[in-house]
Every structure is written in structure tokens, then in C-alpha cells.
């Protein structure tokens, strides 16, 4: 008996060592310090990344032209030199570009959500000839890159008569070739696809049609869908300027068509004496790109719950 209790008695640090494991590494595994560890790390260098150009460009639009030639002034400038934004506010003329950005900016990202529930809708729900080839070329037209067609559009666009105006971007939109729409397409096929038949059945039986059915059932059901695909499409119009410089000339214009002549802009407002171009310093510039991504920064705000329960619902996340 003497014996088997020796043979049984665990050495005194194995007690030790079992609980350094379990601090360490968890219960699990994916509950300890050093997985915990690893993972705030991971999240905070993932999270330097993104902000890191923002926190600079906000530094550096605060700094005097003294402070960025100093050497000894890193991120803290001495004082809050706001005159670079006065200066920018006047270069990008930004309210009036503002109001332009967001008219040919919310009115296509509107209509092409409307249009891309029902395209999805209308796939996912019904069966008719040709469905999933038609399917396979709508998604093909995201492959496609715009450089591809934008001589055909323009020269179409033109003999309509629609090149300098909104229509320019309205016109795809309506017909579901919007920019991305066949993303926004697929993310409304995913969602009205997983939607319970007998919810559509139950409203049948009640004397429903198929677009009552679409207006009182599917689409608030789909509200995640549709705050992504808005929130996306918004963006993408926003930032789009290969286009917008195409189709819209000198009738239209946006901030970040500003942005993309702001050096020359300002070398015309604020010239030298003797009518030389002036020198504009890196503080001006970062104030003009702080001011252009600004509005999407708000709305990104206002709206980030939403946002992140419409990404966690709608299937974006590969659901």
C-alpha cells in the first residue's frame, strides 16, 4: 500500500506547471493570455494600418508651414493652424461642391439599390428560360472593367444626348449596370433566396400578388441587404472619378474631382508676385483630402451599427 501511494503522488510542480498552462493557453485553447495576446496584437496592427494614413494627414493639415520644416515637430504641431483649411475650404469651393457630390452621389446609389433588390428578387424567387445564364452574364459584367466600355457608353451616351448631367450615371442604374451592381445584385439573390417559401405561400392564400408580396414582406426583411448595398454603392460613386470625369465634363462636378486638380486650383487662386505659380506646402494639401473624405467619415458614423449588423446578416461575410 505504501508502495502505490508513491507510485500515484504527482510530483509538486506538476500542479504548477498544469495551471502556467492553463493561464497561457486556456481551457480551450482560444481562451488563454497568449492567444488573447496574440490576438488584440494582431487587431491593433491590422488597425495602425488603416489609421495611420488618416492620423497623418489630420497632423500634418493642423501644422504651419514652420512646424513641417521643423524636425523636431513629429505629430503635435506647436499650435492649431487652421488657415490651411481656410485655404482649402476656398480652392475646393466646398460647400457648393459638396451639394453637387452628394446630388450625383445619393440619387444613382438610391436608384441602383431599388433596381438590384428587384433584379435579385426577381432571380431568386421565380424560375423562367434561361435563368441562370442569365445570372452567370449579369455577374459577368463585374469582371468586365468599365475602361473596357466607356468609349461605347460615351459615344451611346452621347447620341441621347445625356453626357453632362446625372443621367450619365442614372441611365445604367435604372437598367441595373450601375457601378458594382452586380455585386449588389448577388447580395440581394443570397438574401431573398434564403427567405421562407411559406411565408410567401401563407400570403398567397391571404390574396397577396407577387408585388405586394415584394413591398410588405421581402423588402423589410431585407433591410440589412439594402443598407449595405446603399452604404456600398454610395461609396463607390462617391470615389468614383474616372467616369465622372468622362461623362460629366465641366458641367458637373465632385470633391474628389476637386482634389484631383487642387494643386492647380490654388496655384491660380493664390498666385506670386510677378505672376508666378506659388508653392503649396503638404499642411494645405493634407486639409483638402481631410475635407474630401470628411462627409464620408460622417456618414460612416451615423451609420456603423447599422453597417456592421448589415454586413453579419446580408451574407457578405461568406454566410
Excluded: H
Excluded at 466600355?149 to 443621367?167: A, C, D, H, K, W
Excluded at 413591398?215 to 454603392?233: E, G, K, N, Q, R
Amino acid at each position: 500500500m505504501a508502495s502505490e501511494s508513491l507510485t500515484n503522488r504527482k510530483p509538486k510542480g506538476t500542479g504548477i506547471v498544469t495551471r502556467l498552462k492553463k493561464l497561457a493557453f486556456g481551457m480551450k485553447g482560444n481562451d488563454g493570455l497568449l492567444y488573447k495576446l496574440f490576438i488584440y496584437g494582431l487587431l491593433i496592427g491590422i488597425g495602425f494600418v488603416y489609421l495611420f494614413p488618416l492620423l497623418y494627414m489630420i497632423s500634418y493639415s493642423l501644422k504651419s508651414l514652420d512646424d513641417i520644416l521643423n524636425p523636431l515637430v513629429n505629430w503635435i504641431p506647436t499650435q492649431l493652424y487652421l488657415e490651411n483649411y481656410q485655404a482649402a475650404y476656398a480652392v475646393l469651393k466646398f460647400l457648393p461642391t459638396l451639394l453637387e457630390s452628394l446630388y450625383v452621389t445619393a440619387i444613382p446609389a438610391i436608384v441602383q439599390t431599388a433596381v438590384c433588390a428587384v433584379v435579385g428578387y426577381g432571380f431568386a424567387r421565380f424560375a423562367f428560360p434561361f435563368k441562370r445564364t442569365m445570372f452567370v452574364l449579369v455577374l459577368a459584367t463585374f469582371i468586365i472593367p468599365p475602361q473596357v466600355t466607356v468609349i461605347p457608353r460615351y459615344v451611346f451616351f452621347n447620341e441621347i444626348g445625356i453626357l453632362g448631367s446625372i443621367q450619365a450615371f442614372l441611365f445604367p442604374a435604372l437598367l441595373g449596370q450601375g457601378i458594382n451592381s452586380a455585386i449588389f445584385i448577388l447580395i440581394f439573390y443570397q438574401f431573398f433566396k434564403m427567405m421562407p417559401k411559406a411565408l410567401e405561400e401563407a400570403a398567397q392564400l391571404d390574396g397577396a400578388g407577387y408585388l405586394r408580396i415584394f413591398l410588405t414582406l421581402a423588402l423589410p426583411m431585407a433591410a440589412p441587404a439594402i443598407i449595405i448595398s446603399f452604404l456600398f454603392s454610395f461609396v463607390w460613386y462617391w470615389n468614383e472619378t474616372y467616369l465622372a470625369a468622362i461623362y460629366f465634363g465641366n458641367s458637373l462636378t465632385t470633391l474628389p474631382l476637386e482634389l484631383q486638380k487642387f494643386v492647380a486650383t490654388y496655384q491660380q487662386m493664390y498666385p506670386q508676385s510677378g505672376g508666378e505659380a506659388s508653392e503649396i506646402n503638404e499642411g494645405i494639401n493634407m486639409a483638402g483630402t481631410v475635407m474630401t473624405i470628411l462627409p464620408m467619415l460622417v456618414v460612416y458614423a451615423i451609420t456603423q451599427r447599422w453597417f456592421v449588423e448589415g454586413v453579419d446578416r446580408s451574407g457578405i461575410a461568406g454566410e
